[in-house]
């Protein structure tokens, strides 16, 4: 599998907003792929030759801005016939995707977002000195506002409506504050639209701020990285490994799907890509193996969302992270890697669970052995470790992933069916870079909203406002801003939905005393499990679509297979014990914490799974949210509870049978 098919392509376009939409034929794809290739070639001779930090962003969203107006469709269309009240044209009957133009409107976009990026980099110092002393001239306002709308346009095609009216819902708000009731707490002085365009597009924090340089500097070479082992041959290794593993128990075909998922994740980092990819192979094992169609959808979307909490990709808000604390990723990734494996562990409890309720038996495939398959192709694994090693001996997350895809690439002349001669070459350089586009898009308008709040000070004073309603309660602010997170995703996309709650809601909780790391490793969390919750769970509806099963059914199937991840990121910030589980202490104290939270994901695999009743359900989710405060005496109550819905089960049970 070195690429997806067109049916799968397909299913991405539809329900992954982050994907290129259109499909380029003829010259036009070419040439965008020898631009995308360009710029991919571009990030990773940076990494070696730095520019400075202003400079790159601009030069790298000047080439990915306008093959976004290129490469996703507007959308328009529906809305002008409805206008117009025009008929629905009749659908063309065309073997494989219909190739698709970009119409003039479009070209003008491409162009003026070059010219208005373009422009600042012909004298940068006089420019942003024009920017600090608030002096722009007529002409760097009219580019900024141009560059602005350009942007908005920009998240509107790639991911919706809804971030975009979030973004002008600010841009509104830092221009009319002055006319908010005095005694408001968030009204402020207002600015002119001089100053808010200095803030967003003359220096660095705002369109050109942190987002704009993970994207331009860690997303982008890991996405040529996840391109390059795509091409390789991994993907196909990584879900022949995870057939292989799993061969001759009933609750083996859903193991093995969610451990493809895993190691599927490491190469892409995003939920619904990987959803497909894994569907197309895996729904039919499934089905054999009995599973109904929305549980089967469940599993997939599970395993699939998880990419976004697999190491060493993780997803673009992680990198975020990486720079907001101003630490090197690999620190990253060690608080990410406890929650990830409690995330897996309480889909595999779900799947044993599920296996006897449904019913499932054991299906054989067709997979090489285990062992000859570690041999022959166990290599892959290489790069991804080479990662973690180069990171852990200083090197820069950029030095590594560099390294590690030129490691890939060389890995792949042992397979002579994945050899990367220089079409694959350019191709992976091409698909990194396309990949990446609307992550740069969301990123760069994000500055709308980091500009404002900055400009405003509206952060601190939401924050103000959040921690007053939750009374100074660390669990009532925690559990409100756990809602907020949740609901904000709803609309926008995780690394849009991070961005603004992390600098929102992250202010609220530093004031209750939680620390930094912890406040946005809860934060990162729940932004990805708003991912899989209704009604807008995108892996979700992917999956429904490869099983044809009901989508809401398999929303709900697949926010049950993830729900007890939804409050392991409570123990972060509830209790100072809650630091070991993103891997802070002493390695006893980790362990000990880890083991807890462990039999308290089992206990809430317990409370919603199907097989038990509902008081030994009841007394398992009270267990549950006992452990995980982490504390000695809620842990031991936490046992005492689990011990006893363990013994009414067991009871229960044994009545049935001699029933």
């Not at 673009?316 to 604390?325: D, V």
Request: aromatic fraction near 10%.
């Amino acid at each position: 599998m070195t690429e997806l098919s067109d049916r799968e392509s397909e299913l991405v376009s539809a329900h992954e907003q982050e994907r290129p939409a259109r499909h380029l034929g003829g010259p036009l794809k070419l040439g965008v792929w020898i631009v995308g290739g360009l710029l991919s070639a571009y990030s990773l001779v940076v990494v070696f030759r730095p520019v400075e930090a202003i400079e790159h962003r601009m030069t790298f969203l000047a080439v990915a801005l306008p093959l976004v107006f290129l490469c996703y469709r507007s959308g328009l269309a529906p809305y002008a016939r409805r206008l117009l009240r025009r008929p629905e044209p009749e659908p063309e009957l065309v073997a494989g995707p219909r190739v698709e133009w970009p119409s003039v409107a479009d070209w003008l976009l491409a162009a003026a977002s070059l010219a208005v990026l373009l422009y600042p980099l012909l004298d940068i110092e006089a420019f942003r000195d024009r920017g600090s002393g608030a002096a722009l001239t007529d002409l760097d306002v009219v580019a900024g506002v141009v560059l602005t709308v350009l942007l908005l346009e920009a998240v509107r095609r790639t991911v919706g409506w809804s971030f975009a009216i979030i973004c002008v819902i600010f841009l509104l708000y830092t221009y009319y504050g002055a006319y908010l009731p005095i005694d408001w707490t968030i009204g402020h002085i207002g600015f002119d639209i001089g100053q808010i365009i200095s803030q967003l597009y003359t220096g660095t924090e705002g369109f050109f701020g942190v987002p704009m340089q993970v994207a331009a500097s860690y997303i982008i070479l890991f996405t040529i990285y996840g391109a390059v082992l795509e091409y390789s041959g991994a993907s196909r290794f990584f879900i022949d490994l995870s057939f292989a593993a799993f061969r001759k128990s009933r609750a083996a075909p859903g193991r093995t799907v969610t451990t493809a998922g895993f190691l599927l994740g490491t190469v892409s980092g995003s939920g619904v890509a990987t959803t497909v990819s894994l569907g197309s192979v895996a729904w039919p094992v499934l089905r054999r193996a009995g599973y109904p169609r929305e549980p089967a959808g469940g599993i997939l979307a599970a395993g699939g969302i998880g990419a976004i909490l697999s190491p060493p990709t993780l997803g673009a808000a992680a990198f975020i992270i990486a720079e907001y604390l101003g630490v090197n990723y690999l620190q990253v990734l060690l608080y990410a890697t406890i929650p990830t494996l409690l995330y897996y562990l309480g889909i595999f409890l779900a799947i044993e669970i599920d296996s006897r309720r449904f019913g499932t038996r054991a299906v054989e495939v067709d997979a090489p052995r285990i062992g000859r398959l570690l041999l022959r192709f166990g290599y892959h694994f290489s790069s991804l470790i080479l990662i973690v090693v180069l990171m852990a001996l200083d090197r820069s997350a950029f030095q590594s992933v560099v390294i590690a895809t030129v490691v890939a690439f060389l890995l792949s002349f042992l397979d002579p069916a994945h050899r990367m001669g220089p079409k694959r070459i350019g191709q992976a350089l091409a698909k990194g870079a396309l990949e990446v586009l609307p992550v740069t898009a969301v990123c760069a308008a994000a500055g709308i909203i980091v500009g404002s709040i900055t400009l405003t000070g509206l952060g601190q004073n939401l924050a103000d406002i959040i921690v007053d309603i939750g009374a100074g309660n660390l669990i009532i602010t925690t559990v409100m801003a756990a809602i907020a997170v949740l609901l904000l995703g709803l609309a926008v996309p995780v690394t849009a939905s991070f961005i603004i709650a992390a600098v929102i809601i992250g202010p609220a909780l530093f004031d209750l005393g939680v620390s930094r790391p912890e406040a946005y490793m809860f934060v990162f969390y729940y932004a990805v499990l708003s991912e899989v919750s209704p009604p807008t769970a995108l892996s979700a509806v992917a999956a429904a679509a490869i099983t044809g099963g009901n989508t809401y059914k398999t929303m709900m199937m697949t926010w049950r297979y993830t729900l007890p991840a939804f409050l392991v990121p409570f123990a972060f910030v509830l209790t100072p014990n809650g630091q070991a589980l993103l891997g802070q202490g002493p390695i006893g104290t980790v362990l000990l914490m880890t083991g807890v939270s462990a039999v308290a994901v089992a206990a809430l695999a317990m409370a919603t799974g199907g097989l038990a009743a509902w008081p030994e359900r009841l007394l398992a989710a009270v267990a549950a949210v006992l452990l995980l405060f982490l504390e000695p005496v809620p842990i031991v109550a936490g046992l005492a509870v689990l011990a006893v819905a363990a013994a009414v089960h067991l009871i229960r049970s044994r009545r049935r049978e001699a029933a």
